[in-house]
């Protein structure tokens, strides 16, 4: 995974790490004996089999969209960064990032899709990370930061003011659903320690989500996904269902990388999913029959080794996703 951003640190972000490590050693000695008789919310179904992949299942099902154009215009980046500079300028902002499954490769491995998702938090500036399995500790590290008092209370006073943001690619979509959903609900919930011993807070007001966006989101093993809370103000999400390998092309319009194409053998089965209520969030587009969406020509690819090159939509695939919406993605996040 790649280095976080350095860059200065708030007062409540300061010692997250050692404020999380102190708990693990001495949280049962100073949980109060209202937390001891509560019940812990415990982990979803979905989240549990968040590391279960079926080789044998060669697609995902999805649910047709009518998609809707978007453009990789810097007029729309800019408008969006503005408006969410003026909303925040005085707020506590936090953003949160799901990987997909699978390492972090170089761009010509074929697998880079990660590595691409990674330059978008790069760039919005999403230091909180995680693989798709990591929802519990994203919950933990939001909750360290909100909790100014450290009393493991999460109060409405606490939560004045934050701008939430969460995202995800392929496997982490989901993930960043879940999230979502998790902190939707006021109740005692679980983030770590033993089942002799848990470590929870009591979540007082549910925690509202300023943007939940998702790049081809990817059900893990067909698990339901649930719908959208009501707590997330903006939602949206790029997908695609051709599935297969992707075809980059230089310049002159040669494809640049020999058949089929470029993709891993894994990321060729993988197709994105819309998430409901879509007529509450309807901003969901499928990329691969969407005439009107190309990567401007000459986009850059990969360090100088790779030339510079192009990706029209109805040759995009699982894989390719964030290079072909990252100019789109940044503009959302930022």
């Not at 230091?127 to 009393?151: C, K, T």
Request: charged residues 15%; aromatic residues 10%; glycine residues 8%.
């Amino acid at each position: 995974m790649p280095k976080k951003p350095s860059r200065q640190r708030t007062v409540r972000e300061t010692d997250v790490s050692k404020k999380r490590g102190m708990q693990r050693r001495s949280f049962g000695a100073r949980r109060t004996l209202k937390q001891k008789k509560s019940k812990v919310v415990s982990k979803s179904k979905f989240q549990s089999k968040l590391k279960v992949f079926n080789p044998q299942l060669k697609k995902f099902s999805a649910m047709p969209l009518s998609a809707q154009a978007f453009q990789h215009s810097s007029s729309s980046n800019s408008s969006s960064s503005s408006s969410s500079s003026s909303s925040s300028s005085s707020s506590n902002v936090y953003k949160v990032g799901f990987w997909g499954g699978g390492a972090i490769e170089p761009p010509g491995s074929g697998a880079a899709g990660n590595t691409w998702f990674g330059e978008i938090m790069d760039a919005a500036n999403v230091s909180n990370r995680y693989h798709p399995n990591g929802v519990a500790q994203a919950m933990w590290d939001l909750f360290i930061f909100l909790d100014v008092n450290n009393d493991h209370v999460i109060t409405q006073g606490e939560i004045d003011g934050l701008v939430l943001t969460a995202c995800g690619f392929s496997w982490g979509g989901p993930a960043a659903l879940l999230f979502t959903q998790n902190i939707s609900q006021p109740g005692i919930i679980k983030v770590g320690g033993s089942p002799k011993d848990p470590i929870t807070y009591n979540l007082q007001v549910p925690i509202p989500v300023n943007l939940l966006l998702t790049i081809d989101p990817v059900p893990i093993a067909e698990s339901p996904l649930g719908n959208i809370p009501s707590t997330v103000s903006n939602f949206s999400n790029r997908y695609q269902q051709k599935g297969g390998y992707s075809t980059f092309r230089d310049m002159s319009g040669t494809p640049y990388f020999p058949p089929p194409g470029w993709g891993s053998t894994l990321s060729t089965l993988f197709t994105g999913v819309t998430i409901e209520p879509i007529a509450a969030y309807p901003d969901q587009v499928r990329v691969d029959t969407t005439s009107s969406l190309s990567v401007p020509p000459g986009f850059p690819f990969a360090p100088s080794s790779i030339p510079e090159l192009q990706l029209f939509y109805n040759e995009v695939s699982h894989g390719s996703m964030p290079w072909f919406v990252k100019p789109w993605a940044i503009g959302k996040l930022t």
